[in-house]
């Protein structure tokens, strides 16, 4: 979602998934069932990529909380946005 698209001035910072004590966290993914990072049906596991770099965001006129991180390729920036569905949560420890 690029930023002149990113609803910032209804979008609410609740926190961050990112572990602070962890410099530069792995770009490894948890899909046991096959899915990829941009499925839908994809698990959301905090301590697999993209969901250890996230930020969460609530809308604060529907409720609805997003996890945003940022993609960086050889010659773009890419923000990216994910709906947390509490049913795709895993724990992964």
Not at 17 to 36: C, K, Q, V
């Amino acid at each position: 979602m690029p930023e002149e698209r990113w609803p910032s001035q209804l979008m609410e910072l609740q926190g961050t998934l990112r572990d602070p004590s962890i410099e530069e966290p792995t770009f490894e993914e948890f899909h046991p069932a096959g899915t990829r990072y941009e499925s839908p049906g994809a698990p959301i596991a905090i301590d697999f990529f993209p969901f250890n770099r996230c930020d969460v965001y609530r809308c604060t006129a529907c409720g609805l909380l997003v996890l945003r991180y940022t993609e960086y390729g050889g010659y773009y920036v890419d923000h990216r946005v994910r709906r947390v569905e509490a049913s795709l949560i895993v724990d992964t420890v």
